[in-house]
């Protein structure tokens, strides 16, 4: 069962969902992604670390990275590759991450002031200017994209480049992108594409690609970002069966009014079975 | 096609011709021919599938992550606001409960004390609460919607309808003016107190937090129990013995739901439970130790002297605050580590896995 977001918040005439898939087997792991994001976005800098675990020194998504290049070097063959060195078998496995853009989006259900919202896209931006820093969408994200700016104390992340689909321009890292890793497009049709690209994979050999967020089944409702990667998601730092929180939100409320009624009458229970 | 690419030749270009975008289309890992040999990791030999190109030989069972980085984000909400504002929510929903009920049975010091107590607690609730956001000025934004997929919404606009009837309550009863408002007043924030003091656990387990959303079931439980002991506490400290009956009810009460649900809760959860256990998740154990020994030492020598009464509230209350900084520490170190966050995950799909291919648990 598949969710139109934009029609489920009260869109009547919309554009058709767009999204990004990410393919990850052509990722070169150049970074022109994170650049273009932070340039046209006017993203801060994220400090300069060095991390010393792999290439990777942007390590994850935050208020400050809206696209972060996830960087892995796995001593095993990639397909039928050969890496060209005697007796040592390697691959590196690169993937620009990003917001999901969840069909169930748990930053938006938990925000108090409304500045999370869904847009016509389908997409989930933050209102700046209406955020109160409460940072109650930061530990919701089942993916950790999400965060609180330092510097503005307010929540900040990937917005879809929301100003630029207005005047039908493609994100800024998808429009930087030299292999085409990150493809943007309607979310009906990167899904057709993605399910061929599937196949391609498979046929050539490649037995450990396999889809990511694809799945309107799944514990968000399927992502409006999803990926072609080559080995489990959480190799990429993503979680293998995320769910949004507020699923479970009926049976919490169920639990804290038992609770409640609990305190009331546990405290009436004390007062009137002690003499005075 | 890809059998007669030469070895050596890469399988990504840079192509200008918009018409044609190669790179798009690359097999990476096609090019070479060689017999594939996997590394034997686990997870690629999934769903019996025909073992082939890059596939694993042998399952592995450990645990994997991105260099062990978490994969959620830490809350940034500060202990001291968050975890005391759980702390005096509790005691000032609870002692409304336990003042309401005083003063209906002819307990007025008692009464007072809980109406008093309540008001600075709610007070206290409200400050830690705006100083924690990014921009306090703009708390008034949290009244522009009524949402109640957000717990944090909800909260808001019971707080909101709880503080002034709080308020009245202890102006009513200390000035002892408008007594019959002040009735009113109490019952109401006796009512709404109930709410304060458990909603903060859906505040916390409507996270992708494991330890507080794994926990939705019992923090309920855990947090109505901790109030009562901290409620209990305050009366104890605060009123005479002849009126402190209710308060050593109230508070041996409480601290055998909350030990009850700690333990159905670390059961329940199994490994995830594991940073209640570890560093300041121990502050759990700690407070629960505190409050039993509060609610024991006031149920005994606490009926005669004063002064063991005093150190029995202040028992209970120091435990009720362990108990609440204890719950929000493991939180953030289960948030911290990215096997709480994998390994249930994983789990899960083993779980649906053995389902759909009809093999019994
Ligand atoms: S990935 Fe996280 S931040 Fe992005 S829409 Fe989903 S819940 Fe919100
Ligand atoms: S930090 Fe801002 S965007 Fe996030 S939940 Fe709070 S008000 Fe909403």
Redo the contacts between chains.
């Keep these: 069962m598949s969710v139109d977001p934009a029609t489920a918040s009260g869109y009547t005439a919309h554009p058709q969902r767009m999204g990004f898939f990410t393919d990850t087997s052509v990722c070169i792991g150049c970074k022109a992604c994170e650049v273009a994001c932070k340039e046209w976005n006017a993203v801060p800098d994220d400090g300069m670390t060095f991390t010393g675990m792999s290439y990777d020194n942007t390590m994850s998504l935050s208020a400050d990275t809206w696209r972060h290049v996830a960087f892995i070097e796995q001593p095993r063959p990639l397909g039928h590759q050969d890496p060209g060195v005697e007796g040592m078998d390697f691959r590196w496995l690169m993937a620009s991450d990003v917001c999901k853009h969840c069909t169930h989006a748990a930053c938006l259900d938990v925000c108090p002031t409304g500045s999370l919202f869904r847009t016509e896209f389908g997409t989930v931006v933050v209102q700046d200017d209406i955020c109160n820093g409460c940072g109650y969408c930061v530990p919701a994200c089942p993916y950790g994209v999400i965060g609180k700016r330092e510097t503005t104390g307010v929540a900040a992340k990937c917005t879809l480049c929301y100003d630029r689909l207005g005047v039908g321009q493609e994100p800024a890292c998808a429009k930087s992108c030299p292999t085409d890793s990150i493809q943007f497009g309607e979310l009906d049709e990167l899904r057709e594409r993605a399910a061929r690209r599937l196949e391609q994979m498979r046929a050539a050999g490649v037995d450990s690609a396999r889809l990511y967020g694809h799945d309107p089944d799944d514990g968000v409702g399927g992502t409006g970002a999803f990926f072609l990667l080559l080995d489990e998601p959480e190799v990429y730092g993503l979680p293998p069966d995320p769910v949004v929180t507020t699923r479970d939100l009926p049976s919490m409320w169920r639990q804290a009014g038992i609770a409640a009624a609990v305190l009331l009458a546990g405290i009436a229970a004390a007062t009137w079975g002690s003499r005075t | 096609m890809?059998e007669d690419r030469p070895?050596?030749q890469t399988?990504?270009r840079?192509d200008d011709d918009l018409a044609l975008?190669p790179?798009?289309?690359?097999?990476?890992?096609?090019?070479?021919?060689?017999?594939?040999?996997?590394?034997g990791?686990?997870?690629?030999r999934r769903r019996g599938?025909r073992r082939?190109?890059?596939?694993a030989m042998v399952p592995e069972a450990d645990f994997?992550?991105?260099?062990g980085?978490?994969?959620?984000?830490?809350?940034?909400?500060h202990d001291y606001d968050i975890a005391g504002y759980l702390f005096l929510g509790g005691l000032a929903?609870?002692s409304s409960?336990?003042a309401a009920?005083?003063g209906v049975?002819?307990?007025p010091r008692l009464a007072r004390a809980g109406k008093v107590g309540a008001l600075c607690a709610i007070g206290g609730s409200f400050y830690a609460l705006i100083h924690?956001?990014?921009?306090?000025s703009?708390?008034v934004?949290?009244l522009?919607?009524f949402?109640?997929?957000?717990?944090?919404?909800v909260g808001?606009w019971i707080l909101s309808a709880y503080g002034p009837q709080a308020g009245l309550a202890a102006v009513t009863a200390v000035t002892g003016r408008f007594p019959r408002l002040g009735r009113a007043a109490s019952a109401g924030a006796?009512?709404t107190g109930?709410?304060v003091?458990?909603?903060t656990?859906?505040l916390v387990?409507?996270?992708?937090?494991p330890l507080w959303?794994d926990g939705?079931?019992?923090?309920?439980?855990l947090?109505?129990g901790s109030?009562?002991a901290a409620?209990?506490g305050l009366g104890l400290l605060a009123a005479p013995l002849?009126?402190a009956?209710?308060?050593?009810?109230?508070a041996?009460?409480?601290t055998a739901?909350e030990a009850a649900a700690y333990l159905r809760m670390e059961r329940r959860l199994g490994p995830v439970a594991e940073p209640l256990r570890r560093g300041k998740g121990r502050l759990v154990r700690l407070g629960e130790g505190l409050s039993a020994a509060g609610a024991l030492l006031g149920a005994t020598a606490g009926r005669r002297s004063r002064a063991a009464a005093v150190a029995a509230g202040a028992a209970l209350l120091a435990g009720s605050a362990c108990t609440r900084f204890g719950v929000f520490h493991a939180g953030i170190a289960s948030?911290n580590d990215?096997a709480y966050?994998?390994e249930p995950?994983?789990a899960?799909?083993a779980a649906r896995e053995r389902q759909r291919n009809g093999v019994p648990e």
């Design positions: 890809s070895a050596d399988d990504v840079m975008r790179e798009r289309e690359a097999t990476v890992g096609s090019a070479g021919g060689r017999e594939p040999r996997g590394d990791r686990r997870g690629d599938e082939r190109g890059d596939r994997r992550s991105y260099y980085l978490p994969v959620l984000n830490e809350p940034t909400w929903g609870a409960i336990l009920a005083a049975t002819g307990r924690d956001l990014g921009k306090p703009r708390f934004n949290m522009r919607v949402k109640v997929t957000s717990p944090m919404s808001t006796g009512l109930a709410a003091a458990t909603y656990a859906v387990a409507d996270t992708a937090v959303h939705h079931r019992e923090l309920p439980l947090f109505a109030a009562m409620a209990g002849a009126e009956g209710p308060a050593r009810g109230t041996l009460l409480g739901l948030a990215p966050t994998v995950q994983r899960r799909l």
